[in-house]
């Protein structure tokens, strides 16, 4: 069953580009991740799912009901946690819950304690006085007390220490264990990778690719990057390595295979320095995504 | 409901510090009365020699003597209405902006409440604060008089239709405030955008003492709820009066019908 079907979905601002012919489901109990650089659209999309803006063509369906006609009905399934995190600054942490809570026709106190608990949310303060991680906390706390069907995250670790975002991302999982569907938009393949079953690619306003996590994870690549006097661009020319690149005294390349046989490729020479990196979502693009 | 209150909330410090400067403006204003009453012809005389359009300009010429109490209170109302003008456009400007400047709208739109009914509860919360407003402008009225008057009788019919158009006259504001402010991408400051309205009306009536004509006062509230043309007639201008109700019904159904259908700018 699908939870999110969007049909050809388009929005322009005036005549900037929001998004083009957007194209993909959601099915019910998996977590989709939703990736691309800043500015591709993936808040276009979350943003109009939730008729924050209205599609200038193209339609979607939430839980097989239209996202505008229906929206408020549908919006009470759904926890929604915005990449700018903002609320009202002069309200105390704890009377913005009991508001946000407010909007759901259940009680949603004992999970609204239970989340500021793992997430080490002081209710006490201020929004004025919360640092940004802090306010991103409070946002991860609102999107989930209404123990919503679907949880629409984007780009939720910004501003998170690795401490907290290990925390939220079990959080997710648990939900997600007990059948909380999750789009998960960010521009960190790691994260991703880590989290979701499926996701889509996103570039300009367009999806590039719709792909399962197994098949992104078969092709790891690697950069390499080596330093060192009279490197031999020679040894290097085997079909796992890709974009081989000699600078001066340097040489760089993206290795997808058996990581000894690279290791004692390099080995057998006498170099200065060696890094080996996980390639940035844009050098996946241009290299992978041709 | 929850929006409504929670919106009451944010207007109470407004609300209380706006009906107190305005209850402290007419009590201090009435308190010279005693002193214009006693030297009565002396006062009239020495306004005689003012230039007419400085009177006219002030509302000192509606042929009600300055030293009767309605004279009197018909110049300060004018001060109380500027006070009101700017209170309301205030909220209009307000109430719809607020939400995507300080970028909170992300919050209150993804959850389950529909378009309309936000700003069904954000107009009534408004309307509520400034028919608090408008309360402490009936006691500051009465009572002033009531104080200051030194026991000259006046006609309370005359002061009761005036105080009447406050809600009129501060829905002028709220409305016209809102629709501007659906009708522009961004309020980037809600007190220049009402201060330029409510002092450009008020000049319009101005200039319509100064130069005569009924065309720069139509579109003006302080003129077609002119304090003075009220108290002295104890009768609206009525079409005039019905102006204001038309761009009152105009603003609030187009703020209405562009809001539902608005794109939520996001922080970027």
Redesign the interface.
């Known amino acids: 069953m699908n939870i999110i079907e969007i049909n050809k979905l388009t929005k322009y601002y005036g005549k900037a580009r929001g998004i083009i012919d957007v194209s993909f489901n959601v099915k019910k109990g998996e977590i989709f991740g939703f990736i691309g650089p800043n500015g591709a659209g993936k808040s276009t999309t979350i943003r109009t799912l939730l008729s924050l803006i209205y599609p200038t063509s193209g339609s979607a369906k939430i839980f097989g009901k239209h996202i505008i006609k229906d929206g408020p009905e549908i919006r009470k399934e759904i926890g929604y946690l915005p990449s700018e995190i903002f609320y009202y600054d002069k309200m105390k942490v704890k009377d913005l819950l009991k508001y946000s809570a407010s909007f759901y026709k259940k009680d949603c106190t004992k999970r609204m304690y239970e989340l500021a608990d793992i997430m080490e949310l002081d209710l006490t303060r201020r929004i004025e006085d919360l640092s940004y991680g802090n306010k991103k906390k409070v946002g991860i706390v609102q999107g989930l007390l209404h123990e919503p069907k679907l949880l629409m995250l984007d780009e939720p670790t910004s501003g998170l220490d690795p401490f907290m975002q290990k925390k939220f991302f079990d959080l997710v999982v648990e939900e997600n264990k007990k059948g909380t569907t999750v789009l998960f938009s960010s521009h960190i393949l790691a994260e991703v990778q880590q989290l979701c079953n499926r996701v889509a690619i996103i570039k300009e306003g367009s999806i590039v690719k719709i792909e399962d996590i197994k098949k992104l994870q078969e092709d790891h690549y690697k950069k390499i990057i080596i330093k060192g006097k009279d490197l031999d661009v020679k040894k290097f020319n085997i079909p796992e390595v890709k974009e081989l690149v000699k600078n001066n005294n340097e040489l760089s390349f993206f290795y997808n295979g058996d990581i000894n046989k690279i290791i004692q490729t390099i080995g057998s020479g006498i170099i200065k320095d060696i890094l080996i990196l996980d390639p940035s979502l844009e050098e996946i693009f241009i290299h992978y995504y041709k | 409901m929850?929006i409504y209150l929670?919106e009451v909330k944010?207007y109470f410090k407004s609300i209380i510090i706006w009906s107190l400067s305005i209850l402290g403006i007419m009590l201090m204003f009435m308190s010279f009365y005693t002193s214009f009453a006693s030297d009565a012809a002396l006062m009239d005389k020495l306004l005689q020699n003012y230039p007419e359009e400085l009177l006219k300009a002030f509302g000192m010429d509606s042929g009600l003597s300055i030293s009767s109490i309605l004279g009197y209170f018909a110049m300060i109302f004018l001060f109380v209405q500027l006070c009101a003008a700017i209170q309301s456009a205030n909220y209009g400007f307000h109430l719809l902006s607020v939400e995507e400047r300080?970028?909170?709208?992300?919050?209150l739109?993804?959850?389950?409440?529909?378009r309309r009914?936000i700003i069904i509860s954000k107009f009534l919360a408004a309307f509520t604060s400034l028919t608090i407003t408008n309360i402490f402008i009936w006691l500051g009225s009465f009572g002033s008089i009531f104080i200051f008057g030194g026991g000259n009788t006046y006609s309370i019919k005359n002061l009761i239709l005036l105080l009447l158009t406050t809600t009129l006259f501060q829905l002028f504001f709220l409305s016209v405030g809102m629709i501007i402010s659906v009708s522009i991408k961004k309020v980037r400051s809600v007190l220049s955008f009402s201060m330029a309205l409510s002092f450009s009306m008020y000049i319009f009536n101005a200039l319509q003492s100064i130069l005569g004509g009924e065309i720069l006062g139509i579109l003006s509230p302080f003129y077609h709820f002119e304090p003075a043309y009220i108290l002295k007639n104890g009768q609206y201008n009525m079409p005039m009066v019905a102006i204001s109700i038309i761009v009152i019904i105009v603003s609030l159904a187009s703020s209405y019908i562009l809001y539902l259908?608005r794109?939520?700018l996001?922080?970027?």
Do not use: G
Not at chain 2, 102 to 107: I, N, P, Q, R, S
Not at chain 2, 109 to 114: A, G, N, R
């Open positions: 929850n929670y944010t300080e970028l909170t709208a992300d919050f739109m993804s959850k389950p409440v529909s009914k259908k794109n939520i996001s922080a970027r």
